[in-house]
């Protein structure tokens, strides 16, 4: 008997909306496959050691993992006005040159756009860099546990709830940089899989961002489910936010956006350059 299909992503909102249909048995003809449930610094550390066969993965770990992994092209997550923020305690808004700032991974594209931006705004370095998972680093901020804090999701929504301030936008950042959308979250499968099924695998994810967008209140019980006791207006915030054109297909843009925040990266000594054709689909 063939050895189940292997895939993880995490339980965010745009997350459990895209892969409602495939994981369900919704879709005529695909393989449904196991899911595991992790947060990006997870499926990241799972990609690297090449544990399982799909995975939603940080843009900014390709450099690492596409020897092993295709790039899909559909169901990850780029967008405009979606980057992720960083954050302060009013008091303590300002320069943040020696402090402390939490962030979700150092594999995550959040933190390699945070690096690019913090190379010329905080021209005197940063402090400590501590990693938590991503609920936990408003809290931490709130606290008094770090100074700063680099937030992705949900938390664009819910930030002033803490009595956070915004210190700067990194995706406000790229863009006036580079007129790019901003890469965030990959879908990577192995490519030992083969060519044909690397295909199958992209069909089908495409086709469970279609009839999620077909049929939103098919999955809205699955992802409340597992959205952390998110208020459902905000999860709603977030899948209009991060599932978009760009999750049906990276497209031209899509993949210059991807391209050239690998090259910015590289140019700095920050990511290991990555070939000129290592982010073709076969």
């Known amino acids: 008997m063939a050895e189940p299909l292997r895939i993880a992503y995490s339980p965010c909102p745009n997350d459990t909306f895209v892969f409602h249909a495939w994981t ?10 196991e899911v595991l449930f992790a947060d990006i610094d997870v499926t990241n550390g799972l990609a690297e050691r090449g544990e399982l066969d799909l995975l939603k993965v940080s843009y900014a770990a390709l450099p690492w993992l596409l020897d092993e992994y295709a790039l899909l092209p559909c169901g990850g997550a780029l967008g405009r006005g979606c980057g992720p923020l960083v954050l302060t305690r009013p008091e303590t808004a300002g320069d943040l040159t020696g402090r402390t700032v939490a962030v979700p991974s ?16 905080v021209p005197g370095g940063l402090g400590e860099i501590v990693v938590l998972p991503f609920h936990e680093i408003m809290p931490a901020v709130r606290d008094g546990k770090v100074d700063a804090g680099l937030v992705i999701h949900e938390a664009r929504f819910t930030y002033q709830n803490y009595g956070l301030v915004k210190l700067a936008d990194m995706g406000e950042a790229w863009e006036a940089a580079t007129g790019l959308p901003i890469p965030l979250g990959a879908i990577i499968a192995k490519r030992s899989l ?6 199958e695998l992209a069909a089908a994810v495409s086709a469970s961002v279609r009839a ?34 760009f999750t049906a297909e990276l497209g031209e843009d899509g993949y210059a956006a991807v391209r050239g925040l690998l090259d910015r990266a590289a140019a700095q000594g920050l990511v290991p350059p990555v070939a000129p054709d290592a982010l073709a689909f076969p």
């Open 24 to 33: 369900h048995g919704l879709l005529p003809g695909a393989e449904v496959p």
């Open 106 to 121: 150092e594999r995550s594209t959040a933190y390699l756009l945070f690096r690019l931006w913090a190379a010329g705004a």
């Open 194 to 199: 083969g060519a044909p099924r690397l295909r």
């Open 212 to 245: 999620a967008w077909d049929d939103p209140a098919a999955s809205r019980e699955y992802v409340l489910a597992h959205a952390q006791e998110m208020d459902p207006a905000v999860a709603d915030q977030h899948i209009a936010l991060y599932v978009n054109e």
